[in-house]
């Protein structure tokens, strides 16, 4: 409804790989995929695999968190199923110091939440496999209270359902896949205090089917077909409201000895009219045995959300898709026994920015397409693997200088033309050193974020350091890992959003056990 996702409901423990796609992916994820995306998913099992396969992890850490997971793979002939339990509780009852020097606890701030994922295939034939996916949680949360309020009395309460039923077909000519996915989730929050109780619905359905192919003269040709309907019930709606979303997309790469060349194409329309033409032109070329180079021309966009059309009072139903176009160019040296180095540069500008600003002679807001945005910066990561007899050491840097302007005056919230947009850092730095001996693994890893302008505010930059010792057993067909983290080790009193505290020093212990 918001058109954002809150990442603190995704537990990582129920997936295998999480990719983050940097850069705008307008052409190939579609609406909302600007600055690119993050891929959650977890690996096939293969049939060589253990017809069974257990792995259970208990864990316990500061401030009342416990925590546990399960999870039991079965690869019987032409059956693989996958069950992932998880479940997690949290006082959250940390100390935080104040502005003032003074000392509180972060009160009425408990968490729990639990999570099951299921996937079940079959394999049809040698080349066909039918699948199904379920994801079901139960989250609670207690608000607790800012550092200028005294208490809270808030809570929230999120219910997930997703499905999902794939189709694959996979032949030496082309391939298949055809996926209809069904979300019903639920958002309850409740305040007391200022007389709050909302209850928020909303349904998704996604039909989605996918056709590439090869020929002979190293070309890929691929296509898209995509329709989705999310339909929406909330106080703040007028009625239950309905948004449809179509979409044609279609690529095509060529493929040399040393290069390859990537146009795609995504037609992208709603059911308010709203419509939208997305290319991507990507250019890849090794320029030595050594460094890659790669450039890219992508136009994005993101249609208006829910919220945006139809709360009340404020949805605007005239608002136009945000949109413009992003370049990159990217530089990297994959050398053997040598550091790897990537080096990037992009520039994107997007017209149309849709943000919330007062109503005329009102006290409400409204979202208005008033604003435009520029974004460009550089990343440099450098990552170098180093074997020393018993001893492997990895080291891993990134650093990123990102400037992100908006360029139209605002009055209200007070916004300059040229202020870097809010929460966005322009310095990042990220170092991390990993150090394996025999069975025994110790990771230390540290994050720079420069200061930050808020939206009341300034935030100033902070530095954290993480510490986590790992410790392995092989007990003939069982395995143990007994784990040790330490978070915040220099106990930092840092705020990512103003007047919202965040854990200092904390640890964690862990045990995973396999079969």
């Known amino acids: 409804m918001l058109g954002v996702s809150d990442l603190s409901l995704v537990p990582s423990q129920?997936?295998?790989?999480?990719?983050?796609?940097?850069?705008?992916?307008?052409?190939?994820?579609?609406?909302?995929?600007?600055?690119?995306?993050?891929?959650?998913?977890?690996?096939?099992?293969?049939?060589?695999?253990?017809?069974?396969?257990?792995?259970?992890?208990?864990?316990?850490?500061?401030?009342?968190?416990?925590?546990?997971?399960?999870?039991?793979?079965?690869?019987?002939?032409?059956?693989?199923?996958?069950?992932?339990?998880?479940?997690?509780?949290?006082?959250?009852?940390?100390?935080?110091?104040?502005?003032?020097?003074?000392?509180?606890?972060?009160?009425?701030?408990?968490?729990?939440?639990?999570?099951?994922?299921?996937?079940?295939?079959?394999?049809?034939?040698?080349n066909q496999k039918i699948s199904f996916q379920s994801w079901v949680q139960r989250t609670f949360r207690e608000i607790p209270p800012t550092t200028t309020q005294n208490i809270s009395e808030a809570v929230q309460e999120d219910k997930i359902n997703r499905f999902i039923l794939d189709y694959e077909v996979n032949n030496k000519s082309y391939a298949l896949k055809t996926q209809i996915a069904f979300f019903d989730e639920n958002n309850s929050y409740e305040d007391p205090q200022i007389l709050i109780n909302n209850q928020n619905k909303f349904h998704r359905i996604i039909s989605k089917t996918k056709f590439s192919t090869e020929l002979s003269n190293n070309y890929i040709i691929s296509g898209l077909a995509e329709i989705s309907n999310t339909k929406g019930q909330s106080e703040s709606y007028e009625d239950t409201e309905s948004l449809t979303n179509y979409a044609l997309s279609g690529s095509i790469k060529k493929i040399w000895s040393s290069s390859h060349l990537k146009l795609s194409m995504r037609q992208a329309r709603n059911s308010l009219g709203n419509s939208f033409l997305s290319p991507s032109l990507l250019f890849n070329q090794d320029i030595s045995p050594l460094w890659n180079l790669q450039a890219k021309v992508s136009r994005e966009y993101r249609f208006p959300t829910l919220n945006e059309l139809f709360w009340r009072p404020g949805g605007n139903s005239d608002l136009l898709s945000e949109h413009g176009w992003n370049q990159e160019l990217d530089l990297r040296c994959n050398k053997p026994?040598?550091?790897?180095?990537?080096?990037?540069?992009?520039?994107?500008?997007?017209?149309?920015?849709?943000?919330?600003?007062?109503?005329?002679?009102?006290?409400?807001?409204?979202?208005?397409?008033?604003?435009?945005?520029?974004?460009?910066?550089?990343?440099?990561?450098?990552?170098?693997?180093?074997?020393?007899?018993?001893?492997?050491?990895?080291?891993?840097?990134?650093?990123?200088?990102?400037?992100?302007?908006?360029?139209?005056?605002?009055?209200?919230?007070?916004?300059?033309?040229?202020?870097?947009?809010?929460?966005?850092?322009?310095?990042?730095?990220?170092?991390?050193?990993?150090?394996?001996y025999k069975n025994i693994t110790l990771t230390i890893n540290g994050a720079y974020l420069s200061s930050t302008e808020g939206i009341i505010e300034t935030l100033d930059g902070y530095t954290l350091i993480n510490a986590y010792l790992y410790y392995d057993m092989d007990l003939s067909s069982h395995a143990i890992q007994l784990s040790v983290g330490i978070n915040n080790m220099t106990d930092t009193n840092y705020r990512i959003i103003e007047r919202r505290p965040m854990m200092g020093r904390n640890v964690s212990v862990n045990i995973k056990y396999k079969i």
């Open 337 to 436: 026994e040598s550091p790897n180095i990537r080096m990037s540069i992009y520039h994107r500008l997007i017209n149309d920015w849709i943000l919330w600003s007062p109503i005329d002679n009102t006290i409400f807001y409204g979202p208005y397409n008033i604003s435009k945005v520029r974004s460009y910066g550089t990343e440099l990561q450098v990552n170098h693997s180093l074997n020393l007899g018993s001893l492997t050491v990895d080291l891993n840097t990134a650093y990123s200088y990102t400037i992100s302007q908006n360029l139209t005056t605002i009055k209200t919230p007070k916004i300059n033309a040229g202020d870097q947009l809010f929460y966005i850092p322009r310095h990042q730095l990220i170092a991390g050193i990993t150090n394996t």
């Open 14 to 126: 129920l997936f295998d790989q999480l990719q983050v796609i940097k850069s705008g992916s307008s052409a190939d994820y579609g609406n909302g995929a600007i600055t690119g995306a993050i891929d959650l998913s977890n690996s096939e099992l293969q049939q060589q695999d253990n017809p069974v396969a257990l792995e259970v992890n208990i864990g316990a850490g500061s401030y009342g968190l416990r925590q546990g997971g399960l999870n039991l793979n079965i690869n019987k002939n032409k059956w693989q199923s996958t069950t992932k339990l998880y479940a997690a509780t949290s006082n959250n009852d940390f100390p935080y110091v104040l502005d003032s020097g003074q000392t509180r606890n972060n009160t009425h701030a408990k968490f729990n939440t639990k999570a099951w994922l299921q996937s079940l295939s079959y394999q049809l034939k040698s």
